[in-house]
């Protein structure tokens, strides 16, 4: 047994120190789950990054102990990642915690930053009576399964205005940040559920969680790590493949070169424009 969980840690040691460069990362997701890692400590903050790649596989990226400094331990997490060869990500998906949303910011300035549509239902719904819910959180669903990213504002600006009186307090959780909410609209139409919440990493917690309630206190913090790394990247090694289509590919292509994290896709068109110019010059 002794051998295996040294084993465990080896792997971990070599996970989060493995070379990202090969990774197209496009779509990024990072979450915290906190855990009692040390047998009388507080709970701390395991951090987890995860990503879908341009050809649609899910990879598991990082993973580690977080600390009382959240916006530091965040962007400590992060600029492992990018020393590591991370390629900067289309998109970001994360939660509302202020220290993290900074941290992006500083580490993806020019990445899409994503608020995680999940969490903001439950708090919206939280702050609405049960009679008038289902009448509001029509509107809110308006919104994030509008078409377009127009249609998608045009939508939030109904709500506002017809329910701003009534329910100020949902209201507001709902305009909070509002422009990360309306952001899964900048991606391709199918790639909007996945982009939207990061559910994924909530999952492989929940199969954590299943294990370490039943050890309760670790006797110390790597102890709790390989454990937690166990579950983790036994998750990760069953999450299916996202399919994306050529078009989707070129879409992504686009929106990379209008944020500035990639040059403009060269134009097919011009290329065999000048392929058959170099064909007439040598024939003639």
Known sequence: MLEITDRLWEDYQGFIGRDLSDVEVEYLFVDAVFEALHRHGAKEAL???WCIDSDGRKHLLHLAVGNKEYEACWTEFFRSLLARGLRLPTTVTSDGAPGLIKAIGVCFPASIRIRCWFHRLANIRAKLPDAAASDVMAHVYAVRDAPTLDEARAAAERLTRTYAREFPAAVACFTDDLEA??????V???????????NLAERSFVEERRRTKVVGRFPDEKAAMKLVFACMIRAADRWCRVSISDLERHQLKLL??????????ANTDDKNNRKNDRRRSVAA
């Open 47 to 49: 951090l987890v990054a």
């Open 181 to 186: 909410l309306l952001a899964i609209h900048r």
């Open 188 to 198: 391709p139409v199918r790639h909007r559920i996945r982009v939207r919440t990061t």
């Open 256 to 265: 990379r070169a209008e944020l500035g994290l990639d040059p403009p896709p």
